[in-house]
């Protein structure tokens, strides 16, 4: 299982996303251009010691990313899916992809996903913060595939 951000604005989420890649056992990675050197001392606060187990893999854009795809699906979390986490079968090889903090994710990437999928929240809420749904994410799909 591979978690994938694309493009993002805010150190401190990607050092978020690392905790949490590691701490569910996916591969990360970063689709760039960042807002931020990966190497930012904000990335390396918010990782702490868990950036040795889930390094992330750099892309120099989108074309580059989906390089390395392969046969895996690529599952878009965005707040504009119709279905649900809840409702969608993972598959240990999918990447799941979050869009920029800022903007979400452009039409070209909501066309190439496999499925787009939401998380449910309260009446009245618009979204998680992107990390917290990377982390909601992986551990409905790691749950579904009977992992840990």
Same mark, same amino acid.
């Given at each position: 299982m591979r978690l994938a951000l694309y493009q993002p604005d805010i150190p401190q989420n990607v050092g978020a996303a690392i905790r949490a890649a590691a701490c569910?056992?996916? *591969?990360?990675? @970063?689709?760039?251009?960042?807002?931020?050197?990966?190497? *930012?001392?904000? @990335?390396?606060?918010?990782?702490m010691d868990y950036g040795n187990g889930a390094s992330p893999r750099a892309h120099a854009g989108w074309a580059s990313f989906l390089d390395t795809l392969g046969a895996a699906r690529l599952i878009l979390l965005t707040t504009a899916a119709k279905h649900s986490i809840w409702e969608f079968e993972f598959r240990q090889d999918d990447t799941l992809l979050m869009g920029r903090e800022s903007a979400g994710a452009p039409d070209e990437i909501h066309s190439a996903a496999h499925a787009r999928l939401r998380i449910p929240l309260a009446p009245g809420a618009r979204s998680l913060n992107v990390h917290v749904a990377a982390a909601v994410a992986l551990a409905e799909a790691r749950r579904q595939i009977g992992w840990g």
């Open positions: 569910f056992g996916a *591969a990360l990675d @970063v689709i760039e251009p960042c807002g931020f050197p990966l190497n *930012a001392r904000e @990335v390396r606060r918010v990782a």
